[in-house]
């Protein structure tokens, strides 16, 4: 291996009061006793082939005991198993020297191979790996690791609840853990010891490295590890790993198909199938240790084990990623300026209007959450030229990767910030953090929700006492609009059929043809077309009941009927 290790934490020690000086020391007391009920003759087997001593130790279903010793180094776990493998070689050998006994020069070889890395794990549970620059680090025990992560965490996250733990390793690494276990019942299933041992005791790469590290980060971050929206990431990925259809097309068989699985795999006894039930569920074929595999499949698990073993050249390299699930802001926005879009509006380049709400409002909120990004949704929308009034209009900002969590005292800063802007385009009330949530406080009774409106409305003639009468008359009256001409180039042609609920009429003083005309709509109701009638596609209009030319001068949105982001 070339290249060097980049420097390892050096931790204070510090002095251990005599009751956890008692503990640590039965703790050890059990893993030596653990480790001498290993048959030596199958610890230096997979020794032999490159296993590190983390993986000898899973493989034998020792990961409780790993995991009750997060702070112990990879030469001391070594040391602890040469020295016992040694004991057993002396005590049960008829002659010391004979071959196979770890020796002063075997112990010397064996050690030097653990500054290599892993040729089953590629070298993933010695905690060594490469960075994106090709750096090659080595932390020497799982708290080494853990601090590199938790550091990470601390740096780009002023906060956090809770964290989730997801591991994505190479499908190598996959294959290795089924190889190894083919080669290790193909060669010991008539052996007593693997007999008596429970295959359920097989742990994958994937699950010992979330053991051994997820105790360390909790204890490191102070919070709990649990399903949680903040999530830890990390992505191992190796370039030069063979897989197993790579090995049977080398030996000269038909290339199996890939299905996409990339899960642990169930050995049963008639087949090498995929265990549906979890990517990370066990190795092993249930009921039957003794069970086992076609000699077809055995050899492809061999072949690939032995080959992986020969052209894997270097270490994993470890991309270690956070991210927290998108925060929501909801609220209701208000827009004063007939220049203003909703969302930002550009066409051929060119930019339409003075501003966005979307911006305006996302523009404040995303520096303060300390997102990556943003974005806006409403319930609803409104032309550029038409006013949001009244209520306003309920709206969510969804804010991806915040660093920063959302507290009331920091939304009411952004609802003052926006509100404060010299603009005056917009203003938002009713701020609040409603997580995904909001999403159904969104939608719900959005199609029956109901909207009211103020229009300036031009007439062609005089109106009369009897045309107010009669418009403010209408209830309940049914309309059938087709596709508003304005926007054929983005909506389907279809004819909708909605609802004018009410209508009221006021005089404007001192003139015979201009009047505010006030109604209340169904949802997704066109008004500018209800009023002038959109060369007939609208049917009835304002203009159709009054037998005359009408046209809409300004429209403001007064009210939004939905329950959600009301004042408290």
Known sequence: MTGEIAAAEV???????????????????????????LPVNAVKDLWSIGACVRCIFRLFGLHELMCAHPSLSISKWCDILEDVMRKKDVDTADHPQKDGEFSNEQSHQERSRETKFCKICFGILQFLYNDDS??????????????VIAELVKQQYQHIDSFSLEVSLPSAVTENDQAVWLYMKNKYRHELWFQEKAECQFISTKDILKLLVINPLQRLLGVKSTQSSFRVRLTYSHSDALTRDDVQEGNGGNKRRKTGFTGDLKVTGESVAPHVE?????????????????????????????????????????????????????????????????????????????????????????????????????????????????????????????????????????????????????????????????????????????????????????????????????????????????VLHRRSPLEREKIIH???????SGSSQYLLLHLCTQAGTYIKEFIHGDFGRTQPSIGSILGCRTEILHLDVTDVKMDCFQAD
């Not at 090709?134 to 601090?147: E, I, R, V």
């Not at 072949?303 to 998108?326: E, F, W």
């Not at 701020?431 to 062609?460: C, F, H, N, P």
Request: overall charge negative; charged content about 30%.
């Open 134 to 147: 090709g750096t090659l680090f080595k932390k020497y025990s799982a708290d080494d690791f853990a601090l």
């Open 502 to 508: 009410w209508m009221k009429v006021e005089r404007i």
């Open 278 to 486: 979890s990517s990370d569920s066990h190795i092993g074929d249930g009921d039957g240790p003794t069970e086992v595999c076609p000699k077809e499949s055995q050899d492809l698990s061999c072949s690939y084990l032995m080959a992986q073993l020969d052209t894997v050249s270097k270490p994993c390299c470890l991309n270690i990623h956070c991210c927290r699930s998108s925060i929501y802001i909801g609220g209701r926005y208000l827009k004063y300026s007939r220049n203003v879009s909703q969302t930002r509006w550009v066409i051929d380049d060119e930019r339409m209007g003075e501003a966005s709400v979307e911006e305006i409002v996302g523009g404040a909120i995303l520096p303060i959450f300390q997102g990556d990004n943003y974005k806006f949704h409403a319930a609803g929308r409104e032309d550029i030229d038409v006013r949001m009034l009244g209520t306003g209009r309920p709206f969510l900002v969804e804010i991806q990767n915040a660093h920063q969590v959302p507290s009331e005292a920091l939304i009411k800063e952004i609802e003052r910030k926006i509100n404060s802007l010299e603009s005056q385009y917009v203003r938002v009330k009713n701020l609040r953090a409603v997580g995904s949530q909001g999403w159904d406080l969104m939608r719900e009774g959005e199609s029956e929700k109901q909207k009211q409106y103020t229009a300036l409305v031009w007439i062609s003639r005089p109106v009369s006492d009897e045309d107010m009468q009669m418009i403010s008359s209408l209830k309940e009256l049914k309309i059938a609009q087709k596709t508003p001409i304005r």
């Open 11 to 37: 931790n204070a020690v510090k002095p251990m009061s005599s009751a956890a000086v008692a503990v640590e020391e039965e703790k050890l007391r059990l893993l030596r006793e653990a480790v001498n009920a």
